[in-house]
């Protein structure tokens, strides 16, 4: 059913109840596990400026250790829980805004399945910062599982 499972995190605790629900159903469905970390260049940009955020984009994140270091941190988690359990992962790190840069990488990757986290905001906190998991699931033509913090889908 699922041969291409898409895990996107950000290192968090909410991404991580995530990722354990993407192992169980990579299992289930002798997927490959395909876990994404995305620079938010949006959020970046106040922080990095202009030009090393251009780099970012055009992909040259290896002029920048301690971003490289935390993308790395991310998805090799999910690469050790995944092997634990003898599934294939892939390990992927883009730069952008993160609900674009998850679809783009599901129509790109023929990602059958997306499981993710979400931080559980609501009212004034989510108009203002949005909500990369409810931009996922109105933008992308696969399912979607989205996990909260505690571990509830």
């Known amino acids: 059913m699922y041969d291409n499972i898409l895990v996107p995190t950000d290192g ?3 991404a991580e109840v ?3 629900h993407a192992i169980d159903l990579a ?15 949006d959020a970046t940009s106040y922080s990095l400026g202009t030009e090393q955020v251009d780099r970012l984009r055009q992909g040259h994140l290896d002029e920048m250790p301690e ?6 941190a991310a998805t090799g988690h999910v690469a050790e829980a995944a092997a634990e359990r003898g599934i294939s992962v892939e390990e992927h790190v883009r ?20 499981v993710m986290g979400s931080h559980g905001r ?4 989510r108009a203002l910062l949005g909500s990369v998991a409810e931009k ?7 399912p979607v599982l989205v996990v909260d913090e505690h571990g509830e889908d």
């Open 12 to 14: 968090s605790d909410t």
């Open 18 to 20: 995530a990722v354990a």
């Open 27 to 41: 299992e289930k469905y002798d997927a490959t596990v395909h876990a994404l970390y995305v620079i938010d260049v």
């Open 67 to 72: 971003v490289k270091a935390s993308a790395d």
């Open 95 to 114: 730069a952008g805004q993160p609900a674009r840069a998850i679809r783009k990488f599901v129509d790109e990757n023929e990602i059958g399945l997306v």
């Open 122 to 125: 609501s009212g004034l906190s």
């Open 136 to 142: 996922v699931l109105r933008e992308t033509q696969v």
